[in-house]
């Protein structure tokens, strides 16, 4: 499955990918932000790689510019909850401190709460001291959970109302960046690792 938004592209990951992510995951800049910061082995990955290949779990790799930068993910907190679990790390540090990674978390969140209607809040968790983390999660308007944390790492929530709050000023920003790319494109075959709202959507598409 493919995602296009904002100049972006996103394709959802398949076991030719994960020695790609576990190269990088492995990276000590990556390692030292994650919660799980054990060195990760080829048979790990393959196995992280089972445990999320289902449709509760959307991995992507993160394309622009003709280059693979990042990962982008979401996934249920549990099977039939409306609360979506977030993450992105990107590996290519000439786009930190870029809007991409911002729009690119910005296409993911447009895709739970308006697209497929399939969350009414996101959860993250971010290291307590990674500051640039933390502006940019606030950025998109994720509040602090301060009932919800340990010594080094945050929870941070971001509730459907919030979105809708803090969302247009920034798809603004993001369709003047891209030059009027803002419509999500979605393409990419029914799979039986989607959820019913997403294979609808795609089915619709192949019939144009």
Known sequence: MRVEQYGITYDRITVKDIELIRYWRNQSFIRSQMQFNKYITPSMQLSWFDSINNPYNYYFLIEYEGKKIGLINCKDTEPNSRIAEGGIFIWDNTYWGTPIPVFASLSMLEAVFEVFQTGDASVITVKRD???????????????????????????????????EVSSKLKKAAFLFSGGKDKMKLSGLPSENNVSEINEILRKNMSR
Do not use: C, H, P
């Not at 080094?152 to 809708?164: A, P, S």
């Open 130 to 164: 990674n500051k640039r983390a933390l502006e940019f999660n606030r950025l998109l308007g994720y509040e602090v959970d301060k009932q919800n944390f340990n010594s080094d790492f945050v929870k941070m929530n971001l509730t459907i109302k919030r979105y809708f």
